[in-house]
């Protein structure tokens, strides 16, 4: 089990002048229905981070996407690369629960909780050990978190409270990356199809990207993930 923040490893591997990408490991989407098709999601996982995956993230949400906290331990102890926990967390018992199960980083989703909420659950988090990526979806939802320091920072570009089945796009990064506080880590979420998406969430000011479907759904998963993972210009920020 990798205890690194999620953050260092990415920023190392911007900065080497490589795109990282962070598969998002899920059984299935209200979207696209069964996603591992017979194949194991622990091995899988073991493929990716072997090809380069600089982390992991696993859903666990049961219901709708077919995880649990189980399958987050199994790939905690199979990986080598820090692992984020995706779910829809309220409360420091959630937070708790992740870290007894392996998971370095959390989801914390802004748009299922109030302010306050949002920032008590990001000290708590820190406090436990895992480091919180904040997920944002506009503008009024970057700006309410600024104060807080956050320095791992998420853009879905689809709506997470219609269970991501709107037809959000890169745009949404486009349009929100400006307004994140210099110091954080931009994450592009979600409808992230080929490498052209990827350049242009960096472009925008994303550093990183997370990817499920496209990964997931691809003939050849290792060969998807090189292929998004685009070469950019060596930076030294």
């Not at 920023?11 to 979207?31: A, E, F, L, N, R």
């Not at 944002?136 to 998420?154: M, P, R, S, Y």
Request: proline share 5%.
């Amino acid at each position: 089990m990798q205890t690194s923040k999620c953050t260092t490893v990415l920023w190392k591997k911007y900065q080497s002048g490589i795109t990282p990408v962070i598969p998002d490991i899920k059984c299935k989407s209200p979207g696209e229905g069964d996603l591992m098709r017979g194949r194991n999601p622990v091995e899988l996982a073991k493929v990716l981070a072997s090809a380069g995956a600089p982390v992991i993230s696993v859903v666990t949400e049961s219901e709708h996407y077919g995880g649990s906290l189980e399958l987050l331990q199994q790939i905690a102890d199979a990986v080598p690369v820090p692992v984020l926990r995706k779910d829809f967390i309220k409360n420091k018992q959630q937070l708790q629960e992740s870290a007894d199960y392996g998971a370095s980083g959390v989801l914390l989703i802004s748009s299922i909780m109030d302010k306050e909420t949002l920032h008590q659950l990001i000290d708590e988090a820190l406090l436990l050990g895992l480091e919180p990526l904040v997920e944002t979806h506009n503008e009024d939802e970057i700006l309410a978190i600024k104060e807080a320091q956050v320095t791992f920072l998420g853009i879905n570009n689809r709506n997470i409270l219609q269970w991501e089945l709107d037809d959000g796009n890169v745009k949404r990064t486009e349009k929100l990356a400006r307004f994140v506080p210099p110091d954080a880590l931009v994450l592009s979420e979600s409808s992230i199809l080929s490498s052209a998406d990827v350049t242009r969430a960096t472009s925008a000011g994303a550093h990183a990207v997370l990817v499920g479907t496209a990964i997931l759904q691809a003939e050849d998963p290792v060969k998807m993930l090189n292929e998004l993972s685009v070469p950019r210009e060596q930076s030294l920020t």
